[in-house]
């Protein structure tokens, strides 16, 4: 156990309050842990973000308008984060989002990007289910409209496609 002066030394800024001083002295190892922590990180937070950027970019360099939501961080009262491909709230433009709900109900939505760091570097370990599943997803798409085919291509056979039905499947897809 530290003695009164040795709290005092390890400590840069005098309190008033001497409660307050003994907490800040006690708390003063993990707040030394944490940076020490982040220090250690190094190029790696500098990695995080890089990749949540590259994949940002490459989804929007390959077009996709379609929404996907990841779940992960489930709580026993019904709150969870989810990673999401969609709309963000300013500029209604897809971005990769983190979006947190509570009881059902959107509570924020903001892109990860924009997130803070250890946000930013939990939701990063489910990058790679989450491009899985929308990949998935993605691919079901596909596979449906090739199979609905083009309007044009309808003409010329026994089936009749109307646009209006596509967007309605997509739609219906979409949503699963």
């Keep these: 156990m530290e003695n009164k002066s ?12 001497k409660s307050l001083e003994k907490s800040v002295a006690k708390a003063t190892e993990a707040f030394d ?8 990180l190094g190029d790696e937070i500098d990695n995080v973000s890089d990749d949540i950027r590259a994949l940002e970019a490459f ?6 308008a379609v929404p996907y939501t990841y779940e992960y961080n489930d709580s026993e009262n019904g709150s969870f984060d989810a990673l999401e491909w969609g709309s963000d709230n300013k500029s209604k433009k897809f971005r ?14 903001k892109p990860l990007i924009e997130e803070q760091l250890l946000i930013r570097i939990e939701a990063s370990a489910m990058l790679p289910k989450f491009v899985k599943g929308f990949a998935k997803k993605v691919k079901k798409i596909s596979k449906n409209l090739k199979e609905f085919g083009t309007p044009e291509e309808a003409e010329s056979s026994d089936i009749t496609i109307s646009t209006k039905e596509v967007e309605v499947d997509v739609a219906l897809v979409g949503q699963s």
Aim: glycine share 8%; charged share 30%; hydrophobic share 35%.
């Design 59 to 64: 989804f929007q360099e390959k077009g996709f």
């Design 33 to 40: 842990s944490y940076s020490e922590a982040i220090a250690g």
């Design 6 to 17: 040795t709290v005092k030394e390890n400590l840069v800024h005098e309190f008033k309050n």
């Design 96 to 109: 990769l989002n983190r979006v947190v709900y509570q009881a059902g109900e959107v509570k924020s939505r």
